[in-house]
Nanobody, 124 residues
Framework: QVQLVESGGGLVQAGGSLRLSCAAS????????MGWFRQAPGKEREFVAT????????YYADSVKGRFTISRDNTKNTAYLQMNNLRPEDTAVYYC?????????????????WGQGTQVTVSS
């Protein structure tokens, strides 16, 4: 059972930046695709970004493209989400997730393991 722990959330003003981290408990992390999702109050969880196990293929939601960057460091069993030019509408709980099959996906159902989430609040 892989455990994922997110960190790096917080309160930031619009236009600011945050970097989220997602630490995995096992070295098998390097064979997993990773994804970031977010959920705002009263809304469904939505896809943000994903990266496959090769670290060569990424995909982003249109709402974050050009502002957010997903990456991974397999030597540290950690995935990252660099968030720049943050907007109030980015406010949500952000979750990282791992897909054992290694291929990136936009669907929550394709992910096998989830972190507990980290709150990101962007003030206007």
């Amino acid at each position: 059972q892989v455990q994922l722990v997110e960190s790096g959330g917080g309160l930031v003003q619009a236009g600011g930046s945050l970097r989220l981290s997602c630490a995995a408990s096992e070295r098998t992390f390097r064979t997993y695709a990773m994804g970031w999702f977010r959920q705002a109050p009263g809304k469904e969880r939505e896809f943000v970004a994903t990266i496959d196990w090769t670290d060569r293929n990424t995909y982003y939601a249109d709402s974050v493209k050009g502002r957010f960057t997903i990456s991974r460091d397999n030597t540290k069993n950690t995935a990252y989400l660099q968030m720049n030019n943050l907007r109030p509408e980015d406010t949500a709980v952000y979750y990282c997730a791992a897909n054992r099959h290694g291929t990136w996906s936009l669907r929550t159902g394709d992910y096998d393991y989830w972190g507990q989430g980290t709150q990101v609040t962007v003030s206007s």
